[in-house]
Nanobody
Framework: AQVVESGGGSVQAGGSLRLSCVAS????????MGWFRQAPGKEREEVAA?????????YYSDSVKGRFTISQDNAKNTVYLEMNALKPEDTAMYYC??????????????????WGQGTQVTVSS
């Protein structure tokens, strides 16, 4: 089981970035794939998630709803996080995670089983 993120970087407020998460096939099939973030001194939070089996609707936290979009490419075992209208408060380490959880894919980060190494997103004002 493995997930690998890419696509972080530095951008000015109002800009956009796209994160990618490639999963091993055994990890990707019919699983929750989620994006989490953690800023220094803050708890890790779930920002978006999707079930690769297609059984539910994507989850978004209130803080990113309307600005971030999660999508999947089943042919590539890849999940993307398109981040638009970025704000300085979006600055954090972003992690991709996978888990064979319920289709809503909205549950505590400690319960997710597979994690990537993280990719830094920095938004300057």
């Amino acid at each position: 089981a493995q997930v690998v993120e890419s696509g972080g970087g530095s951008v000015q407020a109002g800009g956009s970035l796209r994160l990618s998460c490639v999963a091993s096939e055994d990890t990707y099939i019919s699983a929750c794939m989620g994006w989490f973030r953690q800023a220094p001194g803050k708890e890790r939070e779930e920002v978006a998630a999707i079930h690769t089996g297609g059984g539910g609707i994507p989850y978004y936290s209130d803080s990113v709803k309307g600005r971030f979009t999660i999508s999947q490419d089943n042919a590539k075992n890849t999940v993307y996080l398109e981040m638009n209208a970025l704000k300085p408060e979006d600055t954090a380490m972003y992690y991709c995670a996978a888990d064979a959880g319920p289709v809503a894919c909205n549950y505590a980060w400690v319960l997710w089983s597979t994690w990537g190494q993280g990719t830094q997103v920095t938004v300057s004002s």
